[in-house]
T-cell receptor, first 116, second 109 residues
Framework: GAVVSQHPSRVICKSGTSVKIECRSL??????MFWYRQFPKKSLMLMAT?????????EQGVEKDKFLINHASLTLSTLTVTSAHPEDSSFYIC????????????FGPGTRLTVL | GQNIDQPTEMTATEGAIVQINCTYQ??????LFWYQQHAGEAPTFLSY??LDGLEEKGRFSSFLSRSKGYSYLLLKELQMKDSASYLC??????????WGAGTKLIIKP
């Protein structure tokens, strides 16, 4: 099956710094990617939909100036957590639907962010 | 390499019981998730198992055997709304999620 990778897998940063997380589709093109946040033993919370070549669509309650999304190519979307604070510490996961079938999604392994 | 296997598709009848299996080979194990995902929606958490045995939550139960690298999700009294994809995901030794490809469950009246 298709593979989605994320980098870094784990990051620890100081409060106030910005952190960039990359999501790549390795063997297929993704015009759309989804960014999720997961709290311990909870459902994945959809944060935003990343669209190649256009602005991301954010879910209600997600600050677009806080979580910057860039989808510059058909295989790469980035999520930048700006001026991170301890409450932003979480597990961030991206996914990409297979081409032509939004019912089938491929998930990345996640990025664990810890803000001190 | 790391691998999660689950059936691609299953069909069951409304009111019946269905078991969705998941087998895994991962570098370490720190728990296993089951998620339900309806088309066009974000996955919904169903269960998290880290110890062997069966955990029951209403119509849904999840079983884990760490020695066998095996889990199953049991759905009872199936309803039409249970038609969805069911995702198995294992947390490995680096606390990364290894995802199964998902099982598409089709419920027929």
């Amino acid at each position: 099956g298709a593979v989605v990778s994320q980098h870094p897998s784990r990051v620890i940063c100081k409060s106030g710094t910005s952190v960039k997380i990359e999501c790549r589709s390795l063997d297929f093109q993704a015009t759309t990617m989804f960014w999720y946040r997961q709290f311990p033993k909870k459902s994945l919370m959809l944060m935003a939909t990343s669209n190649e070549g256009s602005k991301a669509t954010y879910e209600q309650g997600v600050e677009k100036d806080k979580f910057l999304i860039n989808h510059a190519s058909l295989t790469l979307s980035t999520l930048t957590v700006t001026s991170a604070h301890p409450e932003d510490s979480s597990f961030y996961i991206c996914s990409a639907p297979s081409s032509g079938d939004y019912n089938e999604q491929f998930f990345g392994p996640g990025t664990r962010l810890t803000v001190l | 390499g790391q691998n999660i296997d689950q059936p691609t598709e299953m069909t069951a009848t409304e009111g019946a019981i269905v078991q969705i299996n998941c087998t895994y080979q991962t570098s370490g194990f720190n728990g296993l998730f089951w998620y339900q995902q309806h088309a066009g929606e974000a996955p919904t958490f169903l269960s998290y198992n880290v110890l062997d045995g069966l955990e029951e939550k209403g119509r849904f139960s999840s079983f884990l055997s760490r020695s066998k690298g095996y889990s199953y999700l049991l759905l009872k009294e199936l309803q039409m709304k249970d038609s969805a994809s069911y995702l198995c995901a294992v947390v490995d030794s680096n606390y990364q999620l290894i995802w199964g490809a998902g099982t598409k469950l089709i419920i027929k009246p």
